[in-house]
């Protein structure tokens, strides 16, 4: 049986700790900072682990 391949695009957006868990950066941090306020931007700063409805999709996704 052929091996699957993990989906490059994800790969890129989530980092797995080494409990399992998955961890993703939030959204809203790309662009427009001008018309953000500082307390946003530090909101929005760092990481978040992944909801619990995702998991198995993203999992999938990258192969584990």
Not at 35 to 49: A, V
Request: zero cysteines; hydrophobic letters at 25%.
């Amino acid at each position: 049986m052929p091996k699957n391949k993990t989906h490059s695009g994800m790969k890129k957006r989530v980092k797995t700790t080494g409990s399992g868990k998955l961890l993703v950066q939030r959204a809203g941090m790309r662009h427009n900072f001008e018309h953000k306020s500082s307390r946003i931007t530090r909101r929005l700063s760092g990481t978040q682990t992944l909801s619990e409805n995702d998991v198995p999709r993203v999992k999938r996704m990258l192969g584990r």
